[in-house]
């Protein structure tokens, strides 16, 4: 996972406590300014122009990135490969596990993906632990890494006979249509 990725922009999304936004300009320098050793043993040097799906935002700054990508190689159909970075004053507090909801949220709304993957390293606590508060499932090796993956909400329920979903934009057409009918 890098701190590249442009697909369909993440809108400003908050939970209260923690907000993810698409990068603005200016940002990744203050994301190149929060890297650490941590980041540089789990993450490698990383960009130099980082542009990640979403800024985290805490107490009106950023304070962080996540990002998803689907082209990795290891990925499988319909998988998503998620990543994070938390500047070191800001750990501990939540952040990352809320940053990663929201993007999973994001990605349920998007409708493209259905399985969020994590690729993270034996000895990387900190992520396992996060992968573990998240209730992703551990789904075996990836060289140095462990795998672990969870559903994206489908957002479509149904009871074998009636099941609701999101709007598409056929429905107008066929909303009209059947209005035509009635009249
Ligand atoms: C991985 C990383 C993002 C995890 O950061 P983190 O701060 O431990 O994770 P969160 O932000 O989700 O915070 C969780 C902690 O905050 C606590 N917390 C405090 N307030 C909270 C709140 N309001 N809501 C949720 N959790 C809260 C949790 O109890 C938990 O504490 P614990 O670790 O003592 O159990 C961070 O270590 C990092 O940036 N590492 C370097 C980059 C990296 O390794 N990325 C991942 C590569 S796979």
């Known amino acids: 996972m890098t701190e590249e990725h442009t697909a369909s922009p993440v809108s400003l999304t908050t939970d209260g406590h923690t907000t993810i936004r698409a990068p ?3 940002d990744a ?3 190149i300014a929060g890297r650490d050793t941590q980041f540089n043993l789990f993450m490698g040097e990383g960009s130099a122009d980082p542009q990640p799906s979403a800024c985290i935002i ?3 700054q950023v304070v962080g990135w996540t990002d998803y990508d689907p082209d990795l190689n290891c990925l499988e159909s319909g998988e998503v490969n998620i990543g994070y970075n938390l500047f070191p004053t800001y750990r501990g507090k939540g952040h990352a596990s809320r940053a990663v909801q929201l993007l999973i949220h994001h990605l349920a709304l998007d409708g493209m993906h259905d399985t969020a993957v994590f690729l993270i390293r034996k000895d990387n606590k900190a992520s396992l632990a996060l992968a573990e508060r998240l209730g992703f499932e551990h ?3 990836e060289g140095e890494n462990i795998r672990f993956k969870k559903s994206l909400p489908s957002l479509t329920y149904t009871d074998g006979i009636v099941t609701i979903r999101r709007r598409q934009l056929t429905d107008l057409d066929e909303d009209l249509t059947a209005k035509d009918n009635e009249q």
Request: avoid cysteine; proline fraction near 8%.
């Open 24 to 26: 603005l300009p200016g």
């Open 58 to 60: 805490a107490d009106g």
């Open 29 to 31: 320098a203050t994301l």
């Open 139 to 141: 789904t075996g090796g």
